[in-house]
């Protein structure tokens, strides 16, 4: 993010801010032209298209031309420990190309978790803002007990269901993400401002928006389709019958991936969301954490083993290889790793979450390093 | 039910003295010879057959041979409201001839309602002796309101949920049968002999064993088949992972029966057998009463009609002419009204399904009567 017009990445942090997410027209110029020149012909154009539909597009982006950071700004989020995440980076999930046309121009993130790593084994814990005790206590306990089991917990900073799944996963030490409907440096809902801290410094904030926008109740709806497309797949704890959580549910089931939900007493208006998944969707019933990592794991490959339980000979060649690029003290990048093990970046991810589920590798502040058996 | 040894009725009687239900010998000689042969054989013939089985179930069917009843004893029977119902007798459900083999040699009823007919629209619900006070509350609730819509509810006469429900179809003015694996005189457990009054004034008492029988372990066990071949399908509100409501669940998914069950807090060792029912038996969720009899009714038919809102115009011909046959004071048996309708039995039955259904007929003491519009 050099500040220049020509950079792709400083062009699609401006269209952040221009534009809400998935805005169809936006990213039909993105693919046709690039970023830069997309954000090039906002800043030149009157609107004066032919088309009314187009014009109107470029008037409502153009009306916020204003809010574009300074370079001042650019350098503040970096000392805020800020960074922007684009398609094409080695941080950028691919899993969101699922999304297709509503995949996000960019992603805001603060935090210490690589978050694509951390999403290749990851399950979406979400549900009602009012959750009850019973609600929370599920929430929490499956969270510590999937982060525990090295799953990483995604879900949506709000109160109830939400909060009581990133506690649980932080309380098990495990890493959490925190996809949010507003700036990552925003504490809203502001009695999280502690929560965020504690996910920023042991997990990771992800948002479509840049800092400082506020949410609204529109980007929570537009914000759902993330959750469900970061994780490999959703469980919807506690919902109401129009349960913001049902939204994230069929993103889930639209995508394709593992649906579940939690069932609950039918005396208790909390639960009518979980049993529709349940009896309407196809969604899979499940009663404890194992059936929940068992749902999303691949078939045949869910196992309670601890780390490290696996001997060297059980790595394939690609996995041996990364791990005998990975240094035992310090880190490395994954680039870097890439290089020494004569891998595409892809099966070096493949490979480093194999590693670190069988307890070979872990994660630093420097990248990635082997673990003394 | 004369006494007399080549009394096919009278047989049946003996041999629920002799035999334990669901004995596939004592099955295969009554449909080889008819009952009154087999006791006949019984009574005369040492236990010499080459056939070391068939002399030891001859064996174990004569030592019983001391307790068969006196004419004193079935006078008494009479007195006390007991009927005996043998396959075959226009009272009989034909339901049970889904067990095959193991179908009763007969059944022991008291009680004032008609078995075949109120078995015909009829929910068996279930659940765990133990029940909770969610348990035990949605028990009565989804009996009293299918009892409302005019469907009996069946269930084992026990402790807990089964107590429930039938408390709940009472409360609601409806029919209730309970199947006990004691003699229909026998009120075990002794803390119901005021709800087995209930059921005998309202509803059925049905037993394979004769009366006098006490219950053990292994009769409430082999009473379970008959329960879920009684009804249209099968309700279990709570149920531990070991519970006999289990038992009774997977005979109703045997015969090919709607199976639903009512889920509950994942938290609740009670709802354990429930969640099992619902994830790998293929089992309905319910939620409502509305649900229970969306799920039991023949695809399309389910409704929440009151009675009699049809008008005479929704009749089919068959039913005109039995709901011509019914008198409006006093009341006509079905042999009868077959007669006068010049039907078959079987289709007096649907008819008359259908027309108290649709709030055209009812039963009283002597049979049936129309109801004025």
């Known amino acids: 993010m050099t500040g220049r017009l020509d950079d792709e990445p400083y062009a699609r942090a401006a269209l952040t801010y221009l534009a809400e997410p998935a805005d169809l027209r936006l990213d039909a110029l993105v693919r046709a032209r690039g970023a830069a020149r997309t954000l090039e012909a906002i800043k030149a154009a009157p609107a004066t298209a032919a088309d009314p539909a187009a014009r109107r597009?470029?008037?409502?982006?153009?009306?916020?031309?204003?809010?574009?950071?300074?370079?001042?700004?650019?350098?503040?989020?970096?000392?805020?420990?800020?960074?922007?995440?684009?398609?094409?980076?080695?941080?950028?999930?691919?899993?969101?190309?699922?999304?297709?046309?509503?995949?996000?121009?960019?992603?805001?993130?603060?935090?210490?978790?690589?978050?694509?790593?951390?999403?290749?084994?990851?399950?979406?814990?979400?549900?009602?803002?009012?959750?009850?005790?019973?609600?929370?206590?599920?929430?929490?306990?499956?969270a510590a007990s999937v982060a525990a089991r090295g799953w990483a917990v995604v879900s949506g900073g709000a109160y109830g269901v939400d909060a009581a799944a990133h506690r649980g996963a932080l309380a098990a030490d495990g890493v959490t993400v925190a996809v949010l409907a507003c700036g990552v440096d925003v504490p809203y809902p502001a009695g999280h401002a502690d929560l965020f801290d504690a996910i920023t410094a042991q997990g990771v904030l992800v948002s479509e928006w840049p800092p400082g926008r506020t949410a609204t109740r529109l980007r929570f709806l537009i914000r759902n389709r993330v959750i469900a497309a970061l994780a490999s797949g959703t469980l919807v704890v506690e919902a109401g019958r129009r349960s913001g959580a049902l939204n994230s549910a069929r993103h889930a089931r639209d995508l394709g991936r593992p649906l579940m939900a939690v069932p609950g007493p039918i005396t208790s208006d909390l639960s009518a969301g979980c049993h529709t998944i349940i009896r309407?969707?196809?969604?899979?019933?499940?009663?404890?954490?194992?059936?929940?990592?068992?749902?999303?794991?691949?078939?045949?490959?869910?196992?309670?083993?601890?780390?490290?339980?696996?001997?060297?000979?059980?790595?394939?060649?690609?996995?041996?290889?990364?791990?005998?690029?990975?240094?035992?003290?310090?880190?490395?990048?994954?680039?870097?790793?890439?290089?020494?093990?004569?891998?595409?970046?892809?099966t070096v991810f493949r490979c480093l979450g194999a590693l670190a589920a069988g307890g070979f590798a872990e994660r630093c502040d420097q990248g990635w390093r082997a673990r003394r058996a």
């Open 280 to 346: 309407d969707w196809q969604g899979t019933l499940v009663t404890s954490a194992a059936d929940v990592v068992e749902c999303v794991s691949p078939i045949g490959t869910a196992t309670d083993r601890a780390p490290a339980v696996l001997g060297r000979d059980a790595l394939d060649l690609e996995e041996a290889a990364v791990l005998d690029a990975l240094p035992l003290r310090g880190g490395r990048g994954p680039v870097r790793i890439a290089v020494e093990a004569g891998l595409d970046i892809d």
């Open 57 to 142: 597009a470029m008037a409502r982006w153009q009306v916020r031309l204003a809010e574009l950071p300074s370079a001042d700004d650019i350098a503040g989020f970096c000392k805020a420990g800020i960074r922007l995440v684009c398609p094409g980076d080695p941080e950028w999930p691919v899993r969101l190309d699922d999304l297709g046309h509503a995949s996000p121009y960019a992603l805001w993130l603060r935090g210490s978790a690589d978050l694509r790593f951390n999403c290749l084994r990851s399950v979406a814990i979400v549900g009602s803002r009012a959750a009850t005790a019973y609600g929370s206590y599920v929430a929490s306990e499956f």
